[in-house]
């Protein structure tokens, strides 16, 4: 296993991990279907990345969704 | 009366904010009365557990829907130009478009954007296809550097953002307009009231963007109107061709025939 960080919060996901499994631990098969965009390490990930991304000790996740804004 | 973003013609000229409103159902009802097409909005980290932003977000998207309106994705609390670049495509993905409220703030205390984060963001935008709507400061030079770059439109502040204000510097706005005549200028942050808005049309400007003085008015839908009507009279009496000031007075009613004249 290795500790990654999603938006924050520690998250153990196994060595060799893909971003779309990190993504589906960090969030339910509804919350899935929600509008969310994802940075890895403060890069852009477009969505058809997240199978082909594997994730190192350390990573930070961050993972955002709509909001209002000024 | 319409405005031009990056060819697209929009029927109103008023640019409006998502934040702040006492619910999201008024802010749903504001906006609709503002008849605003251009929403802005952002993204943020989120508990996944709560629904709050959720329902935010379907609001913005029915009131954006009921104007005939556009998303205005914002990069708010960026420090850098790559902070900003990484939230620009993650807007562009979520939202689909390439309109971009472009933000890099340099100074917490006034939330005043950075001018060198921001050229270097713009630049970089730019050369990724967006189509950069950069909210600046009220410095001639700095808007001439971000037409340059290719911005068609450009955002200065009329004062810092929540501050309702208004026009801190006539003088800078004015001559930011006279400098850039071909550029789409958009009053952006620190409007108070509806007669800001109406002073800055008046003065020559495309549009305003507003937030807080909607959102934090008594009667949200209700200034929203005022602002509608407002940004209606400035551009129409600026069109019309406003009178120039004179030194003296010069009598309105004609005074040949003035009844009483050298009586008693």
New interface residues.
Partial sequence: MIEIRI??EPLSVPKGASLQQALRE???DE?QQ??????LN???V??SDYESTQLQANDSI????????? | MSLNIYGTRLNSRLLIGSALYPSPELMKNAIVASRSQVVTLSLKRQNPQQQGGQVIWNYIQQAVQENQGHLLPNTAGCKSAKEAYTLAQMSREIFQTDWLKLEVIGDDYNLQPDPIELLQATEMLMADGFKVLPYCTDDLVLCQRLYDLGCQVIMPWASPIGTGKGLMNPYNLETIRLRLPDAILILDAGIGKPSDACLAMEMGYDGVLLNSAVALADNPVKMAQAFANALEAGAKGYLAGIMQQRQTAHPSTPTLDTPFWHQG
């Fill in positions: 938006n924050g960090y969030l339910n919350q929600l509008s969310f965009a994802v940075a403060s890069d852009f477009g969505k961050d993972v955002l969704f709509p909001i209002f804004g000024g």
